[in-house]
């Protein structure tokens, strides 16, 4: 049982390194079996001369074949890479073996080779739309230097780069969607759980941290009429700029459009229907249009838009959009403040409890029905483990006992728009060993992660039988997990 708790701990680490490459896309993925040498010039480094791996990667005039699954390939440099690749992204390489990562790449691989022989479909725009995204933040770490970029991936062209990264992203995007069909059935029973945790000894049990539960009373300043419509005013200009004068909706986003996410590339958004990304607002306006078509003005949480239908394929919908923020006065600013004041007043001095002012006074919907309790949105109860907790949160509540009640503070919403608010700690629970009554939640994902490994496990197994797998001298002393090496 010991080492199934380290699995569930390895798979996480191996989670984390998935993301990185991810957001790096430098990993090199070919479609073709090569011969075991091929000649290279050595990567320009992108991290300090210090660095040893660096430095062995310099050195390197032969880039060998580490090994071949399925269709595809690894390269001895592909490992070097992403240790530089992390490093530039500031993860701490030290914990994390070659071995441990050489094995990582062949899974990825398999995962990609088998998600072609499942005929599993990845949806172009959706890489398109990935690649346009890591662009804009790989160009922010470089303060927009677009030569720095090329440099970085030994690129002459813009082009270049981008047909990289979509060749990059696909396989990452085909790899990730075979593991989720792995898994996607797997489902544990209360049954399952209780036997899960049975079976734990008593002294190899999780230890838990301290956890809180947290309420919140919420006051937003109010945009005066007069600000919206002087907003949706200026909305409808542009529509009729665009529509009746010919103007383009892409200079009219980059010019004013105030979501920082699409701006720069002309308010670009790709849709699916099936896979939910914008708010429900934005998706409802953007499906009904037809191609060509631009919205009237529309409201949502951010603020309010406009919309045009750039291309349709099928259920993909290629779309752009303006926002614009109503802006607040200082007036009602200062207004929210002091309302929230008087609401914490009467709370100190007993006249109303704290959940009876959350329904009463808060402008948050999502908590004020429920007293104002916070749901932790990565276990959805109400604990918040203190150790995993935002940031900005613990910093509000740290010094706060159990039932005391914090002052009036102010923070931005994710429109960028002042407000103020009053926490409480509802519940306390100390640091403590697992209980299956209090921490069934939590009991529950290790069984089902548990469940997840053994079948990933199993297809592993299946898989790398009957896949064509060839490992180079190199790695062949690793002590890998799984039968890479088919003894």
Known sequence: M????????????????????LCLGQAVFAQEIIEDAVEVAPTQAVV????????????????AVAAVVGDYI??????????????AQGVDVKEIEPCQLFGKLLEDKLYAHHAIQDSIVVSDAEIRSMVDYQMEQFLAELNGDMKRLLALYEKD??????????DINKKNKLAQEMQAKIVSEIEVTPEEVRLFFSKIPKEERPIFGTELKVA??????????????????????FKTDIVENGASFRSKAVLYSEDPGSASRGGKY???KKKPRMVKEFREVAFSLQEGEVSEPFKSDFGYHIITVNKIRGQEYDVSHILLTPKVSSEAIDEAKERLEKVRDRIVKGEI??????????????????????????????????????????????????????????EQDRSGNTKFKILRVTDRIDEHEANYARDYLKIRELALDE???KAIEDWQKEKIADTYIKIGTKYRDCEFSSNWLKK
């Not at 300090?48 to 880039?63: G, H, L, M, Q, T």
């Not at 490992?79 to 490093?87: A, G, N, S």
């Not at 919140?216 to 200009?237: A, H, M, R």
């Open 157 to 166: 062209t813009e082009k270049a780069v981008r047909n990289e990264m979509f």
């Open 2 to 21: 010991l080492l199934k708790i380290k699995n569930l701990k390895f798979i996480n680490n191996l989670k984390f390194i998935t993301v990185a490459l």
């Open 451 to 453: 469940m997840k490994i």
């Open 216 to 237: 919140q009373i919420v006051s937003e300043p109010k945009v005066s009429p007069e600000e919206e419509q002087k907003v949706i005013d200026k909305l409808k200009q």
């Open 353 to 410: 409890t704290f959940a009876e002012a959350a329904r009463e006074a808060s402008d948050e919907k999502e908590t004020k029905y429920d007293g104002g309790q916070l749901i932790n949105p990565a276990t959805q109860d109400y604990n918040f483990e203190l150790t995993k907790m935002d940031p900005e949160l613990y910093s509000q509540i740290q010094d706060l006992k159990e039932g005391e009640i914090s002052l009036v503070l102010s």
């Open 48 to 63: 300090s001369k210090k660095s040893e791996v660096e430095n062995n990667y310099r050195k390197k005039k032969i880039d």
């Open 74 to 87: 690894v390269l001895e440099s592909d490992v070097d890479k992403t240790y530089l690749q992390l490093e």
């Open 270 to 272: 790709t849709l699916n």
